[in-house]
């Protein structure tokens, strides 16, 4: 019997944004609700994108003397725009920006809405006063003592994450109108920490850094600290990503007959919650999960004597096909599909999928990854608070593998690729109201958008 053909998939130049930097370009940030970019530059700017025209509607400057390495969207607010911009000048700037619509309601994605007025004035605004159509740069925190790498909001948008080449991780919280206070400050990193990116769910924070590892943070009681340890790459850990919560059990073509495991690794998935994405100076793209952690007695709510630990326990999951040839810069997941691009060095784009193995491929062989070079655990399920050993472990570990989709060699022509995203589809040409494209960012100074045709 022929085997079925799996779907394969090809990159296709949508367009680039219009005019590009003439500086090299860091990173691309979708707006969460608008189909906008912001894309910071070398040329101490971020550039406002339109991706329904694909042309530059303002630019954010003035705030910053260095490069701006980072910027990031606060998510969760309506009729304004919250830009936070990371600087080689070690600060990190807060921007806002009223939103006035051109003809559709503020924050709507769907067909015909056009992206906010960010230019300085012209058509619905002309009776708005000036300073409503300008940036405005509202505060300046600074603290870091070298260049700022990374900024991130958490999901709800009341805590920010900033992370520098001074090993440092800061974490801010919005205490009133441009007031901000620093409520921790994180310095367990031996390196230039290089990216910082929150959970979808949790307050739980991912960092990445020079000195090879990740490191995660979270509350308890008053204090921060680090609830895992993160060690595998041999070399610099570049950029990390979250798995999208809406995503979580989408895999690929089915190919594995055995129904039971398909189940059990679905219980597994849903209990160890969303899993985190990171690739590196190794030129490897790996997938770590946590550990679901057993039930124990239930705690007296009155005591104030706290039992157990919040240390997590996480595992290296699966590492992606080796494309890349040279240091892997930027990866990303998608949240309508649950597949990740990478980028880097050498230019290239790949895009990897998620599949059921199959047949006997589902067994987990000796060299399959795992933390600090340990055997695969016992595989465990929960049920009604007890922890039941499952007989076939091997079958469910390796139940799914990830495979490239698609790859396109020199996307920025001769120059690297420092950064990668999904983002909602939003010009007249669009397929669905759910396509995604796919945003590259380059030292060419230009960014690009693809689409990702699979058959």
């Given at each position: 019997m022929t085997a079925p053909t799996l779907p394969q998939g090809t990159l296709t130049l949508l367009s680039p944004l219009q005019p590009p930097s003439l500086s090299r370009s860091w990173l691309t940030a979708p707006h969460p609700t608008l189909p906008i970019v912001a894309t910071c530059s070398s040329d101490k700017t971020v550039r406002i994108y339109s991706l329904t025209s694909f042309t530059l509607l303002s630019k954010v400057?003035?705030?910053?003397?260095?490069?701006?390495?980072?910027?990031?969207?606060?998510?969760?607010?309506?009729?304004?725009?919250?830009?936070?911009?990371?600087?080689?000048?070690?600060?990190?700037?807060?921007?806002?920006?009223?939103?006035?619509?051109?003809?559709?309601?503020?924050?709507?994605?769907?067909?015909?809405?056009?992206?906010?007025?960010?230019?300085?004035?012209?058509?619905?605004?002309?009776?708005?006063?000036?300073?409503d159509s300008e940036w405005r740069f509202a505060i300046v925190l600074d603290g870091h003592d070298s260049e700022v790498k990374s900024v991130a909001w958490s999901t709800g948008g009341n805590f920010l994450a900033t992370c520098s080449r001074d090993k440092s991780v800061w974490i801010w919280e919005e205490v009133g109108e441009e007031d901000y206070e620093t409520i921790a400050v994180l310095q367990e990193h031996e390196g230039d920490v290089k990216c910082v990116v929150w959970h979808p769910e949790e307050e739980l924070l991912a960092s990445a850094s020079y000195d090879d590892t990740i490191r995660l943070w979270k509350e308890d009681v008053d204090d921060w600290g680090c609830v895992a340890w993160l060690r595998g790459h041999d070399s610099t850990v570049w950029g990390l990503g979250w798995e999208p919560t809406a995503v979580m059990m989408v895999v690929g073509p089915e190919g594995m007959e055995e129904q039971v495991h398909r189940e059990e690794w679905r219980k597994r998935r849903e209990l160890a919650g969303p899993r985190l994405v990171s690739c590196s100076d190794d030129m490897t793209t790996r997938v770590w999960r946590r550990r679901p952690r057993e039930k124990g007695p239930q705690q007296n709510k009155l005591s104030i004597i706290r039992t157990g630990s919040i240390a997590e326990d996480w595992v290296e999951e699966a590492r992606m096909p080796q494309r890349h040839e040279r240091v892997i810069y930027s990866v990303a997941w998608s949240e309508r599909t649950g597949r990740i691009v990478s980028s880097g060095g050498d230019g290239k784009i790949v895009v990897y999928e998620e599949r059921w193995r199959t047949g006997d491929s589902s067994t987990v062989g000796a060299d399959t990854p795992q933390s600090n070079g340990e055997a695969p655990e016992n595989v465990q399920t929960i049920e009604n608070g007890q922890t039941i050993e499952n007989g076939n472990v091997k079958s469910v570990e390796g139940a799914t593998e990830w495979v490239v989709l698609a790859e396109f060699e020199g996307a920025h022509g001769v120059f690297e690729v420092n950064h990668v995203c999904w983002a909602r589809r939003a010009d007249r040409g669009k397929r669905s109201d759910d396509e995604e494209i796919i945003v590259s960012t380059g030292d060419d100074g230009v960014v690009k958008t693809w689409t990702l045709d699979v058959q």
């Open positions: 400057e003035g705030g910053h003397k260095r490069s701006i390495r980072s910027c990031a969207w606060k998510p969760g607010i309506k009729g304004e725009s919250v830009l936070a911009t990371g600087s080689f000048d070690a600060s990190v700037g807060i921007w806002r920006h009223w939103d006035q619509s051109t003809g559709a309601e503020a924050g709507s994605m769907k067909d015909g809405a056009d992206e906010m007025d960010y230019t300085n004035g012209g058509g619905a605004n002309d009776d708005k006063e000036e300073d």
